[in-house]
C-alpha cells in the first residue's frame, strides 16, 4: 500500500505530467498520498434547489433551474465581461464571466434550461453569480451522497481546467485503484477508547461522505490524529530536554540583584511581574535547562525582568546576551538596561552591524576573557568570532524573527546549554502558543505598571481628516508628541491607500514651520538617516514623526501620546496593536486614532471594530487568528507555522487540541521513550515525523 501511495501524481490516470506539474507546483501535491492529504475545505448540499426569489447575498454556495433568457457582452479592457440574464418563474438574476466564456453561448444558448451553481453576490445593487458553474439537467448525475465536496484551487489550475470538480474526479479514481485499506496510524485500544472510525473509513468518507454524521466522523479522527501527533513529538522532545540536558545551576542571589532590587529599582514589581520572576528562578535553580517563552504585552515590563534574570546569573559569575531583530530595537535595549544600571559596577556593550572595527575588537576581547558582563545586539552575536568566556543566560526578543539554525549558533558558544529566555510582545493565541511554542514553559505578564492609563481608540473616515487636524494642534499645544504611520513608502498603482510621501506633504502644509517640526522615518533611509531623524523625536525637537512601521518596534517616547494610522484597513489586528503601544508610555492620557476610507470589507470593519473595544493583547490576538488564520498571525509569519495543518483548524478546534494534548501527556508520562508494545504505532510515526510530514526542526 505504501509503495502505491509513493507513486508521482503524473501516473495517475487523468493527470500527465503537465497538470501532474501543476498540481506540484500549485498545491505541493506531488503523490497520490499528497492528493488523498488534500482535503475538502467545505461541502455543497446538492439535494436542494432554490427559486430566484429565495436568493439573497448572504446564502452560501447555491443551485437554482431555470432558463438563459440572452447574452450580452459589456465593459472593455479588464472590465470586459459576459453577462447572462437567467431566470425562473419567480424572477431574474444575472450571471456574469470576466474571462473564458466563449464557451458558455455555444453550449447554453438562450432559451435552453440549465441548472446553475454559485454563490450569490451583489454588484450594482444587483443580485448576481460570478462564474457559476453550469450543467444540463439532462446530463445531471445523481450523486450517491447529497454532500460534494469542495477543494482548494488557484486561478492557474482553473484556466487549465483543474476546478474543485475535476479534482473530486481524480479523488474517485484514486479511491477506486486502492489496492488495499490504509494502514492504520493510530492503535485499537485509542481507536476504542475514543469510538472513533479507523484511517481506511475515515480518509474514503472525508471525500465522499454518505452523510452529514459520516462527514463529522472523519474529519474528528482526521483532526485528532492531525494534532495529537503534533503534540506528541513536541512534548516527547520537551521530555527528553528536561530529562536528559543538564543546566547550569545558578543557585545564589547575590549582590547584583540585591542592590538592584533595594536601590535602582524604579517603582514596584506589579504581581504578575513576581510571579512570572519566581518561575524563573525556579528554573534558573533546579539544574534543568531553562527554556521560557515570556509574553507580555508592549509596555508591561518584560525588559525590567530580563534584567533582573541577567543579574542572577551575574550573581553566580555568569556572563549573558540579549539578541534583539533590528538595531533599532537592540539600541534601545542597550539604554534601557544601561540607565536601569547606572552606579552599578556591571560591564555592559552593544553589538551591531554598525559597530566600528576598534570597538568590536575590545568587546572581543572582553568577552573572552570574562570582564564583559552583559552583551547586547542583533545577529551580529552570532559570528563565529564572537566567543564567551562563560555563557550562562540567553534573552532572545520578538523571536519569531530568528531561523532556528541562527539560535542554534548561540546554544553552540557556551560549554553546557545556556538557559533561554524568549521574549516576545506579540500576545499568541493559547492554541497557537500550544503548538507553535509546545516545548516551551509558558509565563505571561498581564498586568501593566501602575500609573498607566488604558489608551483610548477612536476611528475616523478620511473625510473628517482636518477635525482629526485640530485635535493634534491640541495635543501639541500641551507640549505632547504625535506618530502618524502609513502602510506604504510610494504610492502603488494597484492600491489605493495613503503613502508616505503624499502623507507628509499634506502634513507639511497642516503643520508648518517653523511652528511645527516634524521627522520622518522610513525603511528605505540610510541607518544613520534613520538614527538622526529618531533622535530628533526622543528629545522632543519634532512634535510628529511621519512613519511606516518602521517604528512597530523600538521607540519608547513616553511624551508620545497619540498615533495616527492611516489606511489602518491595510494593517493586521496584531501589528495595529503593536503599533498602538508606542503611545501610552507615560502618565498622560494616550490615544489611537484609525483612520480609513468608508469601503471596508467585513473583515476590516471587525479589526477596526476590534481595536476600538479592547486594549487586551490575547483577545485581540483570538480575533486575529479567527479571522486570517494560524500562519498569517503576525509574528508567526515570517518563518511561516512550523507545520502544514492539512485539515485542523487552530482557532476553530481547541477543543480537539486539548484532547490530543492531554492524551500525548498521559502516554508520555507513563512511557517517555514509547516503547511498551501497546505504543508502538506512536514511536513508528514519531520517528517518520507523522503522515502529514511535519517539520519538526523548526520547533526549537
Known sequence: MQNFLQQDIKFLPGVGPARGDLLNKEINVNTFEDLIYHFPYRYIDKSKFYKVNEINPDLPFIQIRGTIKGYASLGGGRKKRLVASFGDETGNIELIWFKGAKWIPENFPPGKEVVVFGKPTVFSKKINIVHPEMEDPAKLKTVKSSLQAVYSTTERMKS???????????????????????????????????????????????????????????????????????????????????????GNVFSRVGENLNNFYQEKLPFELTNAQKRVLKEIRYDLGSGKQMNRLLQGDVGSGKTLVAL?????????????????????????????????????????????????????VRIHESLEDGTLHMLVGTHALLEDV??????????????????????????????????????????????????????????????????????????????????MFGFLKQEIKKGRQIYIVYP?????????????????????????IPEYQVSVVHGKMKSEEKAISMKHFVEGRTHIMVATTVIEVGVDVPNATTMVIESAERFGLSQLHQLRGRVGRGADQSYCILMTGYKLSDDGRKRIETMVRTTDGFEIAEVDMKLRGPGDIEGTQQSGVPFNLKIANLAKDQ??????????????????????????????????????????????
Open 160 to 246: 487549465n481546467y483543474l476546478t474543485s470538480k475535476a479534482i473530486s474526479k481524480l479523488q474517485s479514481t484514486l479511491i477506486q485503484m486502492l489496492p488495499a485499506n490504509f494502514n492504520e496510524t493510530l492503535p485499537a485500544w485509542l481507536l476504542k477508547k475514543l469510538n472513533f472510525v479507523n484511517l481506511d473509513t475515515a480518509l474514503k468518507q472525508i471525500h465522499f461522505p454518505n452523510n452529514t454524521n459520516d462527514y463529522k466522523r472523519a474529519e474528528l479522527r482526521l483532526k485528532f490524529e492531525e494534532l495529537f501527533y503534533i503534540q506528541l513529538n513536541i512534548l516527547q522532545k520537551k521530555s527528553l530536554r528536561k530529562n536528559e540536558f543538564k
Open 655 to 700: 477543543q480537539i487540541l486539548q484532547l490530543a494534548r492531554d492524551i500525548a501527556e498521559k502516554i508520555l508520562e507513563e512511557d517517555p521513550h514509547l516503547t511498551d508494545e501497546k505504543n508502538f504505532v506512536f514511536a513508528k510515526h514519531v520517528r517518520k515525523g507523522s503522515p502529514q510530514k511535519i517539520s519538526w526542526d523548526n520547533i526549537s
Open 308 to 360: 533582573m534574570s541577567m543579574l542572577i546569573a551575574l550573581d553566580n559569575d555568569f556572563q549573558t546576551c540579549l539578541m534583539a531583530p533590528t538595531e533599532i530595537l537592540a539600541t534601545q535595549h542597550f539604554n534601557s538596561l544601561s540607565k536601569f544600571m547606572e552606579g552599578l559596577d556591571i560591564n555592559i556593550e552593544l553589538l551591531t552591524g554598525s559597530t566600528k572595527k576598534a570597538a568590536r
Open 386 to 467: 564572537v566567543q564567551f568566556k562563560n555563557l550562562g543566560l540567553v534573552i532572545i526578543d520578538e523571536q519569531h524573527r530568528f531561523g532556528v539554525a541562527q539560535r542554534a549558533k548561540l546554544w553552540k558558544k557556551s560549554k553546557v546549554l545556556p538557559h533561554v529566555l524568549v521574549m516576545t510582545a506579540t500576545p499568541i493565541p493559547r492554541t497557537l502558543a500550544m503548538t507553535l511554542y509546545g516545548d516551551l514553559d509558558i509565563s505571561v505578564i498581564d498586568e501593566l505598571p501602575p500609573g498607566r492609563k488604558p489608551i483610548i481608540t477612536k476611528h475616523s473616515f478620511d473625510s473628517k481628516r482636518l477635525h
Open 488 to 512: 506604504l513608502i510610494q504610492e502603488s498603482e494597484k492600491m489605493d491607500y495613503k503613502d508616505l510621501e503624499d502623507g507628509y506633504e499634506r502634513i507639511s502644509r497642516a503643520f508648518p
